[in-house]
C-alpha cells in the first residue's frame, strides 16, 4: 500500500508586514498539520495569495498575482488556490463572480481557520467563501512559521484600527483597534530572540494606541522597557507611531535605552490644516512642527520616516506648495508618497474638489524628487562617520560585495548599506565607516 503523498502549499504575501505576520501564522497552522512548505509554486499543489486592498495599487497588483498564480493550476501541481486577507474581506462577492479560477475566498478574520478550511473543500466542487467579522487576535500560543531572515522580526502588538481618518478602509477590513496581552508579546519575542532574532520590529496600524484598550492599561513604554531586557535582542524599531500619540515619556525611552533604535516611522500624511482637517487628522500643523522638532532637539541622530499623501479631495496649488516647502525645510530622513486613492466607503471618496490623476501624479513626481536632493545631501553629511550595521548578506548586483542595514534604517523600505572591506557573517552587526553614499544608500568598511 503506498504512503500519502505529503501536499505542498506555497504562499505569497503581498502588502504590508502587519499581513506578513498573518501569512506567517497561515504557514505554521500547515506545517503544523502535515503540509510541506516550497517557495517553488511550480510544485506547490495549493497555492495561497494573501492579499492588501489598502489603495487603487494594491488592490491592482493582488489581482494581477492571483491571475498569474491561476495558470499554474494548468501548467503546474496546483490544484487548490485559495485567496486570503483584505481583498476577499472587502470584495467577497466580485471577486467570487469574477474569478471562478479561484476555489477559496478566506477574510482577515477566518485565516487562523486554514486547515479546517482546506478540510472543509475536499470532496466539493463549490467555491467556498469564508470572510465574518475581522475581530480576530493572534496570540504567542499559535504557530508561527517566520518567513523572514532569522536575525529579524516584526512583532505585531494590536490588530485594527480606531482613528478613522477619512480616506482609510482599515477599520472595515480589520475592525477596531485591539491591543494583544503584554505577556502575550512577551512570550512570543521571548521566542523569537531564543530563534536568534537580533532586531524586532514593533507594528500595528497605530502603535501608540497600545495598551488603552486593555483593563490592565499596559503602555508602549511599558512593553519597550521589558522587552529591552531580553538578553540577545540588539534592536528595537517602532514603526507606525500616529502624531499625537508621541509621548514626552516614549522620546525620552528612546533617547535613553541603547536597545532602541534612534528612528521613528511617523506617517503625518500632510501639513496644510484644511487638508488635514479633512483627512479627520488629530495633529495639526503646529502640532507636527513641534513634535518633530522636540524629537529632533531631544535625539539630535534620530532619523525620522514619514508618509504623505498628494491630490487629496481639495488639495490646491497652495496647499500643496506649503507641504513641498515643508519636506525641503524639515529634511524627513526617508519619505513615501502616495496618490490619493478614492476608496469607496470612505467619507474622502464623497469629497467634492476630487483631484484628477495627472495632478495627482505631478505632485508625486515633484515631491520625489524634492525627497532625494534632501536624502542626497543628508547622506553626504553621514561620510566618515561611523554606523552600527545589521549585514543581511550580498549585495543583489555583485557577491563582492556584502549589504546590510544600519540601526536607522528599517527593512525593505529604507535603502541599505553596502559593505566594501572586511568580513561578517550574515547577521552579524558590526561598526562601518561610511566612505560615500549615493541618494539613499550609503557605502562603508567595516571597522576592526
Known amino acids: 500500500m503506498s504512503e500519502k503523498k505529503t501536499e505542498k502549499v506555497s504562499l505569497v504575501s503581498l502588502g504590508c508586514p502587519k499581513n506578513l505576520v498573518d501569512a506567517e501564522?497561515?504557514?505554521?497552522?500547515l506545517a503544523q498539520a502535515g503540509f510541506e512548505v516550497t517557495t517553488d509554486e511550480m510544485q506547490a499543489d495549493i497555492i495561497i495569495v494573501n492579499t492588501c486592498s489598502f489603495i487603487k495599487e494594491a488592490k491592482q497588483e493582488s489581482i494581477d498575482t492571483i491571475l498569474d498564480l491561476a495558470d499554474r493550476k494548468h501548467d503546474g501541481n496546483c490544484n487548490l488556490l485559495i485567496v486570503t486577507g483584505c481583498l476577499p474581506q472587502r470584495y467577497q462577492?466580485?471577486?467570487?463572480?469574477?474569478?471562478?479560477?479561484?476555489d477559496i475566498f478566506v477574510g482577515t478574520g477566518d485565516y487562523p481557520r486554514i486547515v479546517e478550511i482546506v478540510a472543509e473543500k475536499r470532496g466539493s466542487t463549490e467555491q467556498l467563501c469564508y470572510t465574518g467579522d475581522p475581530n480576530?487576535?493572534?496570540?504567542?500560543?499559535?504557530?508561527?512559521?517566520?518567513?523572514?531572515?532569522?536575525?529579524?522580526?516584526?512583532?505585531?502588538?494590536?490588530e485594527g484600527c480606531s482613528n478613522r481618518c477619512s480616506y482609510c478602509v482599515i477599520p472595515s477590513l480589520r475592525g477596531d483597534h485591539r491591543s494583544r496581552p503584554l505577556q502575550s508579546l512577551l512570550q512570543e519575542a521571548a521566542g523569537l530572540v531564543a530563534g536568534g532574532v537580533k532586531e524586532l520590529n514593533l507594528i500595528a496600524q497605530d502603535i501608540t494606541a497600545y495598551g488603552k484598550d486593555l483593563v490592565d492599561k499596559p503602555t508602549l513604554e511599558q512593553l519597550v522597557q521589558e522587552l529591552a531586557k531580553m538578553e540577545g535582542l540588539k534592536w528595537i524599531r517602532l514603526l507606525y507611531a500616529y502624531p499625537d500619540g508621541v509621548t514626552d515619556s516614549l522620546?525620552?525611552?528612546m533617547k535613553n535605552e541603547p536597545k532602541v533604535c534612534k528612528y521613528l516611522d511617523l506617517p503625518i500624511q500632510h501639513i496644510s490644516d484644511p487638508i488635514l482637517k479633512r483627512m479627520g487628522r488629530r495633529s495639526g500643523e503646529a502640532q507636527i512642527r513641534e513634535l518633530i522638532t522636540k524629537l529632533r532637539t531631544e535625539i539630535p541622530d534620530i532619523a525620522i520616516r514619514t508618509s504623505l499623501i498628494v491630490g487629496f479631495p481639495g488639495e490646491t496649488n497652495e496647499d500643496f506648495k506649503t507641504l513641498l516647502q515643508y519636506v525641503e525645510e524639515t529634511r524627513f530622513d526617508r519619505l513615501g508618497v502616495f496618490c490619493y486613492s478614492r476608496e469607496e466607503?470612505?467619507?474622502?471618496?464623497?469629497?467634492?474638489?476630487?483631484?484628477?490623476?495627472?495632478?495627482?501624479?505631478?505632485?508625486?513626481?515633484?515631491l520625489m524628487r524634492t525627497q532625494a536632493r534632501v536624502s542626497f545631501k543628508h547622506n553626504r553629511t553621514l561620510v566618515d562617520s561611523e554606523e552600527e550595521v545589521l549585514v543581511e548578506g550580498y549585495s543583489e548586483e555583485t557577491e563582492l560585495l556584502l549589504?546590510?542595514?544600519?540601526?536607522?534604517?528599517?527593512?525593505?523600505?529604507?535603502?541599505?548599506?553596502?559593505?566594501?572591506?572586511?568580513?561578517?557573517?550574515?547577521?552579524?552587526?558590526?561598526?562601518?565607516?561610511?566612505?560615500?553614499?549615493?541618494?539613499?544608500d550609503l557605502i562603508g568598511e567595516i571597522v576592526q
Not at 25 to 29: C, F, K, N, R
Not at 345 to 366: I, N
Request: charged share 30%; no cysteine.
Open 403 to 440: 549589504r546590510g542595514r544600519s540601526s536607522r534604517q528599517a527593512p525593505d523600505v529604507d535603502g541599505q548599506v553596502y559593505i566594501t572591506a572586511g568580513n561578517a557573517n550574515v547577521g552579524d552587526i558590526v561598526r562601518l565607516k561610511i566612505t560615500d553614499s549615493s541618494d539613499y
Open 136 to 158: 480576530f487576535v493572534y496570540n504567542d500560543e499559535l504557530p508561527r512559521m517566520q518567513s523572514s531572515p532569522h536575525y529579524t522580526a516584526y512583532l505585531k502588538i494590536a
Open 25 to 29: 501564522v497561515m504557514l505554521g497552522y
Open 345 to 366: 466607503g470612505t467619507p474622502a471618496a464623497e469629497m467634492p474638489d476630487q483631484v484628477s490623476e495627472r495632478v495627482k501624479r505631478e505632485r508625486h513626481k515633484k
Open 251 to 253: 522620546i525620552q525611552l
Open 93 to 102: 462577492e466580485e471577486l467570487a463572480r469574477e474569478l471562478p479560477e479561484v
